[in-house]
């Protein structure tokens, strides 16, 4: 508050006291920043319901699988090396060019042995890999 000596022209003092306002202005800009994501994070929407259907058995991805000691399987089935699990994808892609491939690595395996699996996947021709992880 300001005080002014009196003087003989008593005229009124018109500063404002700007303090208050910007505590409640930067209340308010709080306020928006914390509920600002909650807003945009929380979508409830009720999904229809649809009946069971069953996946289509041409249209099932490869299951590539290579365990702990570096052995690699496809479908279940043991490859010698990676020639001819380069020859069985390539047979394969021929087949069907749009099979995608899902890769399952153990987790104690070498990463060098997975970066060969992986470049042998795509000299295949196949592009469509996915990396099976379990939720802990």
């Keep these: 508050m300001a005080f002014k000596p009196q003087?003989?022209?008593e005229s009124a003092l018109s500063e404002i006291n700007v303090t208050p306002l910007v505590d409640v202005m930067l209340v308010l800009v709080i306020i928006l920043l914390v509920t600002a994501p909650?807003?945009?994070q929380s979508v409830h929407v009720t999904l229809p319901k649809t009946a069971e259907?069953?996946?289509d058995v041409?249209?099932?991805p490869l299951q590539l699988g290579v365990d702990a000691q570096g052995i690699i399987t496809l479908n279940?089935?043991?490859m010698a090396d990676l020639t001819a699990l380069e020859a069985a994808l390539k047979d394969e892609f021929l087949q069907n060019s749009e099979i995608g491939?899902?890769?399952?690595?153990?987790?104690d395996v070498v990463y060098s042995k997975v970066a060969e699996v992986m470049a042998t996947v795509q000299h295949s021709g196949i592009a469509k890999i996915a990396f099976?992880?379990?939720e802990q």
């Design 101 to 107: 491939l899902h890769l399952y690595a153990d987790q």
């Design 7 to 9: 003087s003989e022209d």
């Design 132 to 134: 099976v992880t379990v």
């Design 53 to 55: 259907t069953t996946a």
């Design 76 to 78: 279940k089935l043991p």
């Design 38 to 40: 909650l807003l945009t």
């Design 58 to 60: 041409k249209e099932q």
